[in-house]
T-cell receptor
């Protein structure tokens, strides 16, 4: 199993550009989520999904869209990038609501100029 | 929303010594899970240890152990016999048993001195 994969690993955008961060998992996990990590703030939840066709907002959803058309994929879209979105982004997945381990992707470092 | 607080931004420990990282959380739930994650310079998030709130016994994983004080809403991590490879940022995390969402603290950077 590849686990949770994310692409790209690094990205530089100009203000106003749009892009999609890709996330895929091959563990048949129902729960997937996106976090951003900023210095001194830990990981903050952007959006999450509890299954194909179901998504919901997390703590910091503004400026981001998600969709979940398949169990495996959960892309994160930046509609119009802003310097405040400069961050490291992590995708994660987990099986169910029990105390199971949440698996993380390797992260994407995004810089918005 | 649940709040997870890590009051120590940085901790330093001598190799082979013990260090304890503190974590407190705020919740009105009685059934929940607590986790410690390690993030080395590679950026990969690695689960270190987990604790179920209904279990009174503190979890242990090799050199890592927790002190879970449910009434005080405290969940500290003890790293014994510290090794150079333990140098990383450590995050405390909370999740209600009725929820999918995992909430993180701000993290503690651990430096290990040779």
């Amino acid at each position: 199993n590849a686990g949770v994969t994310q692409t790209p690993k690094f990205q530089v955008l100009k203000t106003g550009q749009s892009m999609t961060l890709q996330c895929a998992q091959d563990m048949n996990h129902e729960y997937m989520s996106w976090y951003r990590q900023d210095p001194g703030m830990g990981l903050r939840l952007i959006h999450y999904s509890v299954g194909a066709g179901i998504t919901d907002q997390g703590e910091v959803p503004n400026g981001y869209n998600v969709s979940r058309s398949t169990t495996e994929d959960f892309p994160l879209r930046l509609l119009s990038a802003a310097p405040s979105q400069t961050s490291v982004y992590f995708c994660a997945s987990r099986r169910g609501r029990e105390g199971n381990e949440q698996f993380f992707g390797p992260g994407t470092r995004l810089t918005v100029l | 929303a649940q709040t997870v607080t890590q009051s120590q931004p940085e901790m330093s420990v001598q190799e082979a010594e013990t260090v304890t990282l503190s974590c407190t959380y705020d919740t009105s739930e009685s059934d929940y899970y607590l986790f410690w994650y390690k993030q080395p310079p590679s950026r990969q998030m690695i689960l270190v240890i987990r604790q179920e709130a209904y279990k009174q016994q503190n979890a242990t994983e090799n050199r890592f152990s927790v002190n879970f004080q449910k009434a005080a809403k405290s969940f500290s991590l003890k790293i014994s016999d510290s090794q150079l490879g333990d140098a990383a940022m450590y995050f405390c995390a909370y999740r209600s048993a009725d929820d999918y969402k995992l909430s993180f603290g701000a993290g503690t950077t651990v430096t290990v001195r040779a």
